[in-house]
């Protein structure tokens, strides 16, 4: 008696630890993708996440925040729009060149690039003199642009879903980047009580409408086709970016310190064999 319910404990115990496996199979596993960034070594492509970060402002902006970012972050060191200073051999003048270059860098808030696209967004304020609401163009300093006043108006506008904000999404969400591109490539084309089937949504039915419905949604500058595929991948790379602005320089510095641990265990090593030299043991 005793051990049938030792049995009956144990079987409990396993079911429950099967139970979020079983829960989590109504999804679809993300396909993998190699992106650049992954691995000790791993660096952004800046390409891509300029790229990406067109996908965004053109598509996913109207329903999603990136409440963490400013515009000025887009000018900064690894950001996609960085500039520098560079000289012009044939006129001698200083010019501003994209990427991080050898010459002076370019102050984010004085960032031609970061200016214009600021400068293109209206952001809700408060005029100074009235009191009142009203809009004005973009600056560097602002925030990105939050597309609703408030969660209410965001749920009344998607059908009751709030569109969340995506500053850290590829670090929420378990899969990371494969995940998040997964979703924008996930979807079947059917709809059902109001919502759209998505083989990597867990559930199967996201309140998101599928948002890259054709190629071409997006003008890329630097001559890559706007395949679906793509926009997906590339805005996936820029929300990696977002998420974790200053990888690049924690990787570096991780690698600087692992070379000093090594050097540092190596003279530890030789010090200790000097040391012990002429003693028996
Ligand atoms: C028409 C509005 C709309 C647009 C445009 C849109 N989304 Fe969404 N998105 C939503 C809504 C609503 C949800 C919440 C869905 C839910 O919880 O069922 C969502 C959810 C998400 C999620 C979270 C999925 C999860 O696991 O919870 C991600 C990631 C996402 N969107 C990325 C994007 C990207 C990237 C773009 C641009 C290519 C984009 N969205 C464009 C409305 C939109």
Request: with cysteine; hydrophobic share 40%; aromatic share 10%.
């Amino acid at each position: 008696m005793k051990l049938r319910s030792l049995w009956v404990a144990v079987f409990a115990a396993l079911a429950f630890l099967a139970a979020p496996a079983l829960a989590a199979e109504d999804a679809e596993h993300p396909p993998a993708v190699a992106w650049s960034f992954e691995g000790p070594f791993g660096k952004y492509d800046v390409n891509a996440v300029q790229r990406g970060f067109l996908v965004y402002q053109t598509v996913c902006a109207t329903c999603h925040s990136l409440n963490h970012l400013s515009y000025r972050n887009l000018g900064e060191p690894g950001g996609p729009y960085e500039a520098s200073w560079v000289m012009n051999e044939e006129t001698g003048e200083r010019e501003i060149e994209l990427g991080a270059g050898h010459g002076r860098r370019v102050d984010p808030n004085e960032n031609p690039y970061v200016r214009a696209i600021a400068a293109a967004v209206m952001i809700r304020d408060i005029d100074r003199e009235t009191g009142e609401e009203t809009e004005r163009a973009g600056r560097p300093s602002d925030r990105f642009r939050n597309p609703y006043r408030n969660s209410a108006a965001a749920a009344a506008a998607n059908g009751g879903a709030i569109p969340p904000d995506l500053s850290v999404i590829n670090l929420a969400r378990k899969g990371g980047a494969d995940y998040i591109r997964a979703i924008l490539l996930g979807y079947t084309g059917e709809e059902r009580e109001g919502r759209y089937v998505n083989r990597y949504f867990s559930g199967g039915l996201i309140g998101m409408p599928s948002p890259l419905t054709q190629a071409g949604m997006v003008a890329y500058e630097d001559g890559t086709e706007a395949t679906i595929e793509q926009m997906a991948t590339d805005v996936t790379h820029f929300l990696q970016w977002a998420s974790d602005p200053h990888m690049a320089a924690r990787k570096e510095m991780g690698l600087v310190v692992m070379v000093f641990l090594i050097i540092l265990a190596a003279l530890t090593y030789l010090a200790y064999k000097n040391v012990w030299r002429d003693v028996k043991h």
